[in-house]
């Protein structure tokens, strides 16, 4: 089955820190750029961070810069987020999902829903103290 999983979601404490995992079943993230999404109740989805294909590009919201860090192991078939310093406004469903497209963050700032190839199911994050 061709499927995005994200994992690494769970209870933390202000200022704390977790690191979400999404992992490629089925098929090759190489060819892939990963973007992170979050989703809180009653609030818009929010695109928080990319990563390019190649990992040479990376991209932030602006209240996540600074404190989160993508990153991705091909080798593995999977892309990080690394959330620092979290604060209660951290506190969503995440989300990646995936284009295939060599495109670098910059030029994807605009990416319509029907143009990602996987969505994964999500995973959430609660920042509670």
């Known amino acids: 089955q061709l499927q995005l999983v994200e994992s690494g979601g769970g209870l933390v404490r202000p200022g704390g820190s977790l690191r979400l995992s999404c992992t490629a079943s089925?098929?090759?993230?190489?060819?892939?750029?990963i973007d992170w999404f979050r989703q809180a109740p009653g609030k818009e989805r929010e695109k928080v961070s990319c990563?390019?294909?190649?990992?040479?590009?990376?991209d932030y919201s602006a209240s996540v810069k600074g404190r989160f860090t993508i990153s991705r192991d091909n080798d593995k078939n999977t892309v990080y987020l690394q959330m620092n310093n979290l604060k209660p406004e951290d506190t969503a469903v995440y989300y990646c999902?995936?284009?295939?497209?060599?495109?670098?963050?910059?030029?994807?700032?605009?990416?319509?829903?029907?143009?990602?190839?996987?969505w994964g199911q999500g995973t959430q994050v609660t920042v509670s103290s």
């Open positions: 999902a995936a284009e295939d497209t060599d495109r670098p963050c910059s030029r994807r700032r605009m990416v319509r829903d029907d143009e990602y190839n996987y």
């Open positions: 089925g098929f090759r993230l190489t060819y892939y750029a």
């Open positions: 990563v390019s294909s190649s990992g040479g590009s990376t």
